[in-house]
């Protein structure tokens, strides 16, 4: 039996420096009476607080509550797109994954931020959740998407797609796309990259499936796209190959050599070499 999944992305105005939490749920409202076969929603970077480092909340918090209650009454699961994590003195950019009953089973912080001018501490770890019957999905979050090795490792922990929640309203969304594709193609798995509009960015969000074939893209408005993905399309691909030609999954697990340029430290690579210290502008958000 095919293991379909109905999934929702919702492409929301955010309103800069405010909680959208509210808005959020009226939206997730919305998903649930016209698309009742939708089974997990989600939103785009920083969409909850408003790209506000002043909004930063700890875990658990009053809104991840508010999240977890309707995820439990209405039976679905929740990606409330990301947020400021205040933990001790540290600000994260922070993704979390709510179950169809109610509880937090998945926590990303960012481990990319987008230097130089997104101020918030690194992530350190990946992160992959399950939904049972269905698959294993992974976190990433905007310019971690720039980062092949992040991409990857999704892919070798076991994912099946990704949701990459992003905040982009910079000329370089049309680069994010193309990303979307390759990343895809190269783990030969599902993408969904979603941005937000208003002071959440740019809209232009993209649904890839493990070939990369675009399934769907939005424009720069507000939108709710829709799918309904089979993530045994994903094993189809894996085994008989992109196009029914490119095994490039079954060749990377047969590679039997080790790519050596990660087993010292990279920066002191000799690629790195004529490349100045990396430059900061201003601080985002407020």
Known sequence: MS????????QMNVIQGQDNTDMMLKKMNAVNTLF???????????????????LALPIPNPSLEKFGKWARDNKKWVIPGSFYEKEGNKIF??????????DLIARYRKIFPWQPLETSDPGES?????IPGKGRFGLCICYDQWFPELARTLALMGAEAV?????TSTPDRTQELIMAQANAIANQY???????????????????????????????????MTQVIDLDVVSRVREYGTMGKCQVWKSFRDYNGKFSIYQEDVSKSKGFKNIGSLKRHHKIGG
């Open 3 to 10: 293991r379909l999944l109905g999934i929702a992305g919702i």
């Open 36 to 54: 009742p076969w939708v089974e997990i929603i989600f939103f785009s970077e920083l969409c909850l607080s408003g790209l506000a480092m002043k």
């Open 93 to 102: 950019n922070t993704a979390v994954v709510i179950s169809s009953g109610g």
């Open 126 to 130: 990946f992160c992959v959740f399950d």
């Open 163 to 167: 949701f990459c929640p992003t905040a």
């Open 190 to 224: 599902y993408w969904f990259s979603l941005n937000g509009v208003g002071a959440g960015g740019i809209g232009r969000s993209v649904f890839v499936d493990p070939e990369g074939r675009i399934l769907q893209n939005s424009g720069e408005g507000e939108r709710i």
